[in-house]
C-alpha cells in the first residue's frame, strides 16, 4: 500500500460526517489538491506527484436555508443575529477573527453591527462544498485570521463529453417551517459541453418570527432574503477560465439582539478565476473579485419601532496568485501573492424635524479603507513512509485610513456638552492613518502510526489586524456608541485608534483512528493571544429607572488572553442487515477563554456540549434521531453584562426517502417542545423596548419544528 493510499485511507471520511478537519487534513486538501483547480487537472498526473485527496463536507443542492445548517455539522457554532446572517465561532471566537472565503474570494461585513457577514451572501443549496480548519491552518488558506478559514465553494464547472452545449442537470427544491413559517425554495440548473459550462443557482427565503417552547413569539426574528448566481466556464487540454456574477437581495431582516433592524441589503459581485497546467506538472491560478453592497438599516416592524435611518456603502476588490510547484516525486512549493481592497462609508442621515438627529448627516466613517498586501510560501514533504511535514510563513502589510466625521450638530442640549461635537473635533485633529506589519508562521506534522492511526501536531503564529469599526467608530454619546458592536449585548462601543494587531500562538494536537467499523478522533488546541481586542467599560446608562436596566459603554482595548479545549468524535456502525446500515455518532466540545489581565471569562464562549445520534439506512430510506444536551453557562464576562443561562437538551428526528427523481424529507426539531435560552443568542432588545420590566433577557430557541423539504432532480 503505498503513502498516498494509506493517508486516504486514514482521512478520506464519509462526506455526512460531521467531524471538523484538523489542520493537517486542510493542509493537505489545500497545499496539495488545492480545491480551486478544475476536476479534470487531476487526470495528468500518473507520472507527477501523487495526489492525496481529502473530502471536506460535501453539500446536498437541495439542502435549503443558510450557510449555517451546512457549518453547523462541521464543529461550528454560531452567535445568533438575523435568520440569515449569524456570525460563525471557532475555538471561542468570533467574527473576523475567522477567515471566511466564499471561492476564494474574502468579502467584508459593511455594518456597524455585522449584519452581512461573508456567509450570508452564499445559500445552502449554491454550496458544493464547504472545508473548516480551527486554530492552525496553512498560511496558504489565507492570512488575516487568528481563530480559523472557512472556505466555502459553490463555483464547480462541470463539463460533459459533448462537442455542443446540451442539457446537463437541474433540481428544484421547496421546504417549510412550522416554527416562523419559513417558506424556501431553491433552483440549480447547468448546460455544458467538452468546452463550456453554465450554471444559474437561486434560492429564495421568508419567515415570520419563529415562537419558542411557550408558544410565545420571539420578536424581530422575522426576515426575508434572495440570492443568485450566474457562472459560465471554458477549458480546453492545459487551461480553465471561470466567470461567476452574483446578487442578493434582503428587503428586511429582523435583528432581536440589536438596537436597529435591516432594512434593505442589496450586493453585485464579480469573480474572474483562470487556471492553467504548468508544463512541469505544476498549477498556476489567478483570480480577481469585486464585491459592492448598499445596506440601510432602520425599522420595519411594530415587533421593534423606532426612527433612524442608516446607510452604508461598502466595497471590495481583491487578486490573488497561487502558484504550485512540484520539487520533486516527495515534495511541493506554493507561493502566492494577494492583494485586498476595502473601502467603507457609513452615514446616519439626519432626521427632519429632530433637534437631537439633525440637521447635519451624522458621518460615522469617511472614505475608510483597509489595504492587505500578502505574500507567503509554503513547503510539503513526504519525509518518508510514516512522516509529512509542511512549514509556511506569509507576510502581510495591512493599512488603514479614514476620512473627517461629522456629527448630527454641535448644539448642546439642556445644557449638556455635546460630547460628539467634542468627539468629532478630536478625531479630525489625529493623523488617522494606521499600520501593520504581521508574519505568520505554521508547522504541520504528520504520523502515521500504523494503516488507521494518526498523530498530528500544528504550530502556529498567526495575526489578524483591527477592522475599520473597532479602530475609527468615534461616538461618544448612548446612542452613538449603540450603534456599534457585533455582540448582541445592548451596551455600547468605542472604537479606539491605536489597537495593535492580534498575534495568536497556538498548538494544536490530534488522535485519529480509521477502521472498517469505527472512526474516532481527539483533538486538543491551546491559544495564547497577545493584544486581543477586547473592551473595557467607560461610562454606564440606564433608559429606564429599574437599576438591573443599567448598560455599560465600552472602549476597545488590546489584552492578553487564553482560549484552549478539546473536542471528542466517534462513529461506530452498529450494524449492516435486513434492517439496514445503523450507526451511532458521539461527539464532545469543550472550550474555556481568559483574559490574562484579571481571569475574567471572555465573551460568548459556549458551554461544554454533546450530541449522540444514531442513524439507519435502508435502499432510499434514511433515518437520524439525536440527542444534543448542552451545560449550563455560568462562566460569564461581568463586562459585558452577559446572562447565564440553563443546561438543557434537544431531541430532533428526521426521516428522508429518495423516490425516482424525487427526494422528501420530513423533521421534527426538538420534539418535545422544550423551552431553553441560547447561550451564544445575545439579549432581545427588542423584548426589551415592548417590556422594560423584564430587563435584557437572554434570547430564546426555537420552540418545536416541523420541517418539510422536497427536492427534483431534472
Known sequence: MTLTNKVMQTIKLNTNSPWVYSSIALAIMFAITQPVMAEQYDKRNSEGIERVEVHGQAANNDLLGSAQN??????????EAGGVSALPILNGMMGDRIKVLIDGSDITSSCANQMNP?????????????????????????????????????LTPVFTDSDTVTWQSGNISSGYRSTNDAILAGVNATVASKTLSFNYQGSFEDANSYTDAHGDKVLDTLYQSQNHALTAAWQDDIQQVAVKLTHQHIPFQGFANQYMDMTNNDSYGALVRYQRTLENEGEFTAQANWHNVEHQMGFFTDEKTGMMPMKTKGKDYSYQLHWQLPMSSDSTLLIGQEYYVYQLDDTWPAIEGSAMMGPNDYVNINGGERQRAALYAEWQQTMNTRWWLSAGVRYEYVSTSTGEVQPYNTMSMMGMTNVNAIAADEFNGLYRKRNDNNIDATLLARYQLSDTEVIELGLAQKNRAPN???????????????????????????????????????????????????????????????????????????????????????????????????RIDAEYQLADNDTGKWRFNANINATRGERDDNDQPLYQIKPLQTELALQQQLGDWQNRFSWQWVASKDRVDEQRLENTTDSYSLLN??????????????????????????????????????????????????????????????
Open 653 to 714: 428526528l428526521s426521516s428522508s426517502i429518495q423516490w425516482h427523481d424525487a427526494t422528501m424529507t420530513i423533521a421534527v426539531k426538538n420534539l418535545l417542545d422544550e423551552y431553553y435560552q441560547l447561550p451564544l443568542g445575545g439579549v432581545s432588545i427588542a423584548e426589551y423596548k415592548a417590556d422594560s420590566s423584564n430587563g435584557f433577557q437572554q434570547i430564546a430557541g426555537s420552540g418545536r419544528s416541523l420541517e418539510l423539504n422536497v427536492n427534483y432532480v431534472f
Open 118 to 154: 461573508p456567509l450570508s451572501y452564499v445559500s445552502a443549496n449554491q454550496i458544493s462544498s464547504t472545508q473548516v480548519v480551527a486554530g492552525v491552518s496553512p498560511v496558504s488558506a489565507g492570512g488575516d485570521n487568528i481563530a480559523g478559514v472557512i472556505n466555502v465553494t459553490s
Open 468 to 566: 475599520l469599526y473597532e479602530r475609527y467608530s468615534w461616538g461618544q454619546s448612548t446612542m452613538a456608541t449603540t450603534m456599534i458592536g457585533w455582540y448582541g449585548d445592548a451596551n455600547g462601543y468605542i472604537g479606539n485608534p491605536d489597537l495593535s494587531a492580534e498575534t495568536a500562538h497556538t498548538l494544536s494536537m490530534a488522535y485519529k483512528l480509521v477502521q472498517d467499523d469505527l472512526a474516532f478522533s481527539a483533538t486538543a488546541w491551546y491559544s495564547s493571544i497577545n493584544d486581543f481586542i477586547d473592551a473595557n467599560v467607560v461610562s454606564s446608562f440606564n433608559r429606564t429607572s429599574i437599576d438591573t436596566n443599567s448598560r455599560h459603554i465600552l472602549q476597545f482595548t488590546n489584552v492578553d488572553a487564553t482560549l484552549f479545549g478539546a
Open 70 to 79: 451546512l457549518l453547523n455539522k462541521q464543529g461550528v457554532d454560531f452567535s
